[in-house]
């Protein structure tokens, strides 16, 4: 407990620090980062508390990037004051509370869009879903309130607030139909990298978080959790595939993290849907495991593309070396949900339990998850191959280098984390802990079963060292190769043009037209993204009454409306939670 | 365990060995259907011992990646032979390492650093080409997690092993699921070795797909990368043989295990010669078309998972 | 019979029935277009000049956006000159090495040319004897066409088939001619044939051909890389890609040697489809037609080298003038110019027909992809080495 308050107190300072002087402000919340990480893991009571150790993670690794990393006067209190915000709604127990820190979490970010905007919608669209997903959210907990007269998280006996609440969180996630908040505003408000890993692994963390808490309190839904099992798994299909055939750094991670949302969104309805007791239990580590998988992966990620000058992958002018190099492609490893890294882990888990449920259903309901598995299993090839591009277009395809070392040692450090982390999950699935000492394996596997008979089971440590292992032996073999080194061949001809992002993944332009609305013309292709376009008339809409709104009724500034809005939550929770 | 030892020695042993043979008696036969005189069996041999002696050109730009990468998916293909169930019938020592879907995923992580080492070497022909795979890759993916899965299904565990045993029982190998998941499991067989009618090993650099990511290498890291072909087409091939088409026969023991390996290669002439003829009376289809093969097997593999638990 | 365009050789314009000097400048270089400027995410891809998939050294500039083809631009890398300041004979030698797989198509086209220019008939047997030659050629140029495509559809039993059947052909002449490329079989004054021409056997070999060319039209998949891959604009083209459009375009039909195929009896083989496999169709039916042509020739083995040119061989010295020689290639229309001046030959202009097809293929190459560009290249039956030859 104390390590909490000490966390809370640094990072309640930060903001204050940051705005006297940057650098101090960051270290104030790297330290405090530091400490939450530490509560999260000495204080380890269920899954959630993983959670904390996920979003601390990302904040201490964002926060000392940025030391290197930001420019501008505002960034930093702004910041740092949406960390704030996510450690109190992350931590708090009473519903309220847990709102306004997801407030003060969200403002921030506005002022942040706004500040570094190129279009003058991109702030407000994230701002009119980030309002959706609150007054959803509120309206969830009032009913709560309603139900159970405590303004704690409390156990419920009806389902209808957690349903009420699930969509808020889901607009957060950028689930499916709402994918568009999700990249966004990151892109089109051409938000710092570090914002960017914030809003994107970190944010939507605390979205999960909230979604599971709920979950965990509310008795058990029939139709709902299918709908979310079903709805997560078309969320990783769809921004699996628009990620795939994007050509925007940040816009190809955004999707992904959509794609990762829908896969964990999926795991909550495999929990709140397990005809098993273990399976359930299975379910919710796995949600964890999944979670603090993306978190680390995506902040890895977006830091990477605070090291570009160009955030298009046609023309991406990174900096690159051999750490970041190593450290991006073991983060794209788990993107893509390959063995032995955590996100490999996590996928395993997820497919393993989904299909644990079809059979252990063995009813016509076996078809959801069946189906679900299916398309997840379809996103996946497409996060594979999309995690393939950014690492290639980002890394391999490159040759410009640098010699700088802090920001690629981060970045190596995340990578490393990301492989250890592997083989770091038996901690959390230890109830699912076996071995086989007659074949070789006395300990380290994870078994996933749906009742005491185990369905599959893989072991991480084993296959983080035994490729390695075998490939040694194969170079101990075989030998190491004489080398000599020449000019890549192209058929006799000078290479003058390498290979594009839009090229490698033009072909699904191609073969999947119909779902892209792929059109050639004069001036090259064009897909259209259905949901976008959707969102878009939503925007615009919402865009005009706004402006309407404020040259009417405040006649001043966006960025001062805003600050006066923080200024009053502070002020709201300070009352709230005193 | 030292039975159990010895059983995956020559489990894996047969694989790594045994694997390029098979490719030599199907170019040989293909020689011989098309009229030419063909080369030796033991041709695939030859190229891997000419291989590992050659000296190794290595594009002017690449890492280590480019140069070490193929020693690495070595590794992974040779860590899978322990793992399902190739040559013997029974788990053998470190075979609980991964589960069937286990083995998909390391499948998947061998294409992922063939992919990026390939793509060390900055050529646009190798670009090409992975961009092709890349575009298949969420389909044949889905299929292999979907195929692997048709039978874990049926047997309520993701263990190869059992679902081999489960399926010799001619009631579960006569059952639709079964049969539509075998058809399936085939049709990305043929995907995932590049055979007729999804590709064709030619001097055309148009049409590569998979040929593209040993385009540049050379030397032994080319060496390594063929030989992992042989190995894979084998793992896969024989999975198909022993978990779908034809589960039946595996002896136990130390000389069981010896009498396996001759099981197999009488397994694999019948999947030879039914690769015989899809190689010498298909043609190759339209790049776009191949999204149809796909997706066929996918929704095969799909059907089989829903008539496996309704 | 219509006047029709055939294609651009030197200043001029070559028409069916004249030739024209260009007045004004047209657009006629080896790139398809599509729009102006360079789409986001494109690249120029550089394919050849070695290659794996095609046989001659061909560089071609693709310009893409990942698979599908915006503009094409081929370039030779064959290029060569050759001096006309030789004696005729000489000249001949290199004429025929041109292209040898269409060296008999060449060397009577400039022949005839020289004749034209002359204004001499060689003997009928002569011109029996360069007829057969073409169609000999004809057919084993059809069977390699058909071999190439067979082989990118990774289609190994018929591309092994049609391979030995190309060699057994390679072995009727060689035996009939005693050079499978008619090298040194064609002067100025004859034809040498050593031995007689083994019928049968070519018989034997198209129909074989023709069971093999029957199993590949069975084929679906086969069909489909075929069919709708490759659509050419049909009036400005020539040879096979014309007759495959429906076109009766065919310099048998209105070339110089058009009397006789008339006499012999030609028919025109066309198809109704302006794609690869529209060209496919057409070679199909055209192996038997120079087949039933040849039987019809009835040549025999002799040294075709009679005196009709010694009284004419006196007045040539101080002759100037110029003449034209078309006659039906394998792949289209192939023409020669010959200009003389006081005996000496002054002027030779070529217009093979692989330059006319390359226009066409890449023409017909935007909106295609990667895969189906091999396909739509050997559909055309392009030989680089007649392209970039000049005579200076």
């Known amino acids: 407990m104390v390590a909490l308050i000490v966390a809370l107190l640094m990072l309640g300072l930060s903001p204050v620090a940051a705005l006297i002087n940057r650098r101090s402000g960051y270290i104030a919340c790297s330290a405090g980062s530091a400490v939450f990480v530490y509560y999260g893991m000495t204080n380890y009571s269920n899954e959630l508390s993983l959670f904390y150790v996920a979003a601390g993670l990302v904040w201490l690794f964002t926060s000392v990037y940025s030391l290197y990393y930001d420019h501008h006067r505002w960034l930093g209190p702004l910041y740092t004051s949406s960390i704030l915000g996510m450690a109190i709604a992350l931590t708090t127990n009473n519903l309220l509370v847990f709102l306004a820190g997801y407030e003060i979490m969200t403002i921030p970010a506005y002022v942040t869009i706004g500040l570094y905007k190129k279009t003058d919608y991109s702030a407000f669209v994230f701002m009119g879903f980030g309002e959706l997903s609150t007054i959803l959210i509120l309206a969830g907990f009032l009913y709560s309130y309603v139900v159970t007269g405590s303004l704690s998280f409390s156990p419920l006996t009806t389902i209808t607030p957690f349903m009420i609440a699930a969509f808020g969180f889901m607009v957060k996630m950028g689930i499916l139909p709402f994918m568009v908040t999700e990249w966004l505003p990151i892109a089109h408000g051409n938000a710092p990298s570090n914002v960017s890993a914030i809003l994107s692994a970190s944010m939507t963390l605390v979205a999960v978080y909230g979604l599971t808490k709920m979950a965990l309190l509310t008795p058990r839904p029939d139709l709902f959790g299918f709908i979310l099992l079903g709805v997560g798994g078309f969320s990783v299909f769809f921004g699996a595939f628009y990620a795939y055939v994007s050509d925007h750094a940040k816009v190809l991670l955004g999707f992904s993290t959509v794609e990762n949302n829908g896969a964990i969104l999926t795991s909550i309805g495999v929990y709140l849907t397990a005809p098993t007791h273990t399976l359930a239990s299975f379910s919710l580590i796995t949600i964890a495991v999944y979670v603090l998988a993306h978190s680390l992966a995506k902040t890895g990620l977006f830091l990477d593309t605070g090291m570009m000058e160009n955030e298009s992958l046609i023309l991406p002018r990174i900096l690159k070396n051999r750490l970041s190099d190593v450290g991006g492609v073991l983060l794209a490893s788990s993107m893509s949900g390959l063995l032995p890294t955590l996100g490999g882990v996590a996928t395993w888990a997820l497919l393993e339990s989904l299909f644990m449920e079809a059979y252990t259903l063995h009813s016509a309901l076996s078809i959801i998850p069946i189906v679900t598995g299916s398309i997840i299993a379809m996103g996946e090839g497409f996060a594979t191959s999309t995690m393939l591009k950014f690492i290639i277009f980002a890394h391999i395809f490159n040759k410009r280098s640098s010699n700088e070392k802090t920001r690629p040692l981060i970045l190596l450090l995340l990578g490393l984390l990301i492989l250890a982390g592997g083989s770091a999950t038996y901690i959390f699935y230890r109830p699912f802990l076996a071995g086989n000492p007659a074949l070789g394996l006395p300990f380290g596997l994870i078994a996933s079963e749906f009742s005491s008979q185990a369905f599959g089971a893989i072991s991480p440590l084993y296959v983080l060292i035994l490729p390695s292992l075998i490939g040694a032996l194969v170079i101990a073999v075989f030998g190491k190769p004489r080398i000599r080194r020449s000019e890549v061949w192209n058929s006799g001809a000078p290479l003058n043009e390498a290979y594009t992002s839009f090229a490698y993944s033009n072909n699904i332009r191609l073969m999947l037209g119909k779902l892209l609305l792929t059109h050639i013309g004069r001036d090259g292709v064009k897909v259209v993204d259905v949901f976008w376009s959707l969102t878009h008339t939503v925007a615009k809409l919402f865009v005009s009454f706004s402006r309407h709104f404020s040259r009417t009724y405040m006649n001043s500034r966006l960025s001062w409306y805003v600050i006066y809005m923080i200024l009053a939550l502070i002020v709201f929770t300070v009352v709230v939670v005193a | 365990m030292i039975d159990q030892m010895v059983e995956a020695l020559i489990q894996v042993l047969g694989t790594i060995l045994v694997a390029p043979l098979y490719s030599g008696i199907a170019e040989k036969l293909k020689g011989v259907v098309s009229l030419r005189r063909a080369q030796s069996v033991l041709q695939p041999y030859y190229d891997l011992f000419k291989l590992l002696k050659k000296e190794t050109v290595v594009p002017s730009s690449a890492s280590e990646l480019f140069v070490y990468g193929p020693y690495f998916t070595f590794g992974v293909y040779v860590l899978i032979s322990f793992v399902i169930p190739v040559v013997y019938p029974r788990p053998v020592f470190l075979t609980p390492t991964v589960d069937f879907l286990g083995g998909a995923l390391l499948f998947s992580l061998v294409s992922f650093v063939k992919v990026l080492s390939a793509m060390d070497s900055k050529s646009n022909y190798v670009a090409l080409g992975v961009s092709r795979a890349a575009s298949f890759g969420f389909l044949a993916e889905a299929t292999l997690i979907t195929v692997f899965f048709a039978v874990a299904i049926s047997t309520g565990t993701n263990n190869p092993y059992v679902e081999s045993a489960y399926a010799s029982n001619p009631s579960h190998y006569l059952a639709l699921d079964h049969l539509l998941a075998t058809v399936s499991f085939f049709m990305l067989w043929l995907f995932e070795t590049g055979k007729l009618p999804v590709e064709s090993q030619g001097l055309s650099e148009m049409g590569m797909i998979d040929d593209s990511l040993t385009y540049e290498h050379s030397g032994k890291p080319l060496a390594l990368l063929k030989w992992g072909g042989y190995i894979k087409a084998y793992l896969l091939g024989s999975v198909w043989l022993n978990v779908f088409l034809l589960p039946w026969g595996g002896q136990v023991g130390v000389l069981g295990a010896f009498f396996d390996i001759g099981l197999m290669f009488a397994k694999w002439m019948i999947l030879i010669a039914i690769v015989l003829v899809a190689e010498t009376s298909l043609a190759k289809l339209r790049l776009f078309k191949i999204q149809d093969h796909l997706a066929i097997a996918f929704v095969l593999s799909v059907f089989s998972l829903l008539f496996s638990v309704i | ?392």
Not at chain 3, 97 to 122: C, D, I, K, M, Q
């Open chain 3, 1 to 392: 019979m219509k006047t029709r365009l055939i294609g651009e050789m030197g200043g001029y314009l070559l028409y069916s029935d004249h030739l024209e000097e260009i007045k004004t400048t047209k657009n006629t270089s080896n790139t398809s277009q599509e729009g102006s400027g360079r789409p986001v995410g494109s690249l120029i891809f550089q394919y050849g000049p070695a290659t794996g998939g095609l046989i001659e050294s061909v560089g071609m500039n693709i310009e893409t956006f990942g698979e599908y083809i915006r503009t094409i631009s081929v370039e030779p890398y064959k290029m060569r000159t050759i001096s006309i300041s030789r004696s005729i004979e000489d000249l001949l030698l290199s004429v025929e090495r041109v292209n040898g797989n269409f060296a008999a198509s060449h060397v009577t086209a400039f022949l005839t040319a020289l004749e034209n220019a002359y204004g001499v008939t060689p003997p009928r047997d002569v011109i029996l004897g360069r007829v057969a030659q073409i169609e000999l050629e004809r057919i084993r140029n059809h069977l390699l066409v058909t071999q190439r495509l067979t082989e990118h559809a990774g289609f190994s039993v018929p591309s092994a088939n049609l391979l030995y059947l190309v060699e057994e052909v390679n072995r009727v002449i060689g035996r009939a001619f005693g050079h499978r490329y008619f090298y040194g079989v064609n002067t100025l004054r004859g034809f040498r044939m050593d031995w007689q021409l083994d019928l049968p056997t070519l018989k034997n070999i198209v129909d074989e051909f023709q069971e093999v060319y029957r199993g590949i039209l069975d084929n679906r998949v086969f069909i489909d890389r075929l069919q709708g891959n490759g659509l050419v604009s049909i009036d400005d083209s020539i040879g096979p890609a014309a007759r495959a459009a429906g076109l009766m375009y065919d310099a048998r039909l209105d070339g110089d040697l058009a009397e006789v195929y008339g006499e012999i009896g030609f028919n025109i083989s066309r198809a109704d489809s302006s794609d690869a496999f529209g060209r496919l169709l057409v070679r199909g039916q055209e192996v038997s037609e120079s087949l039933r042509l040849i039987g019809k020739l009835n040549i025999r083995a002799q040294e075709y080298e009679a005196g009709w040119l010694d009284a004419w061989e006196k007045d040539i010295k101080g002759f100037t003038g110029g003449g034209l020689g078309r006659v039906e290639s394998p792949s289209g229309d192939l023409a020669y110019y010959v200009g003389i001046h006081k005996g000496t030959i002054s002027k030779v202009l070529l217009l093979p027909p692989s330059k006319v097809n390359l226009r066409l293929f890449c023409s017909s190459m935007t909106g295609n992809v990667f895969t189906d560009l091999p396909f739509n290249w050997e559909s055309f039956g392009i030989w680089m080495s007649e392209v970039g030859v000049e005579f200076v």
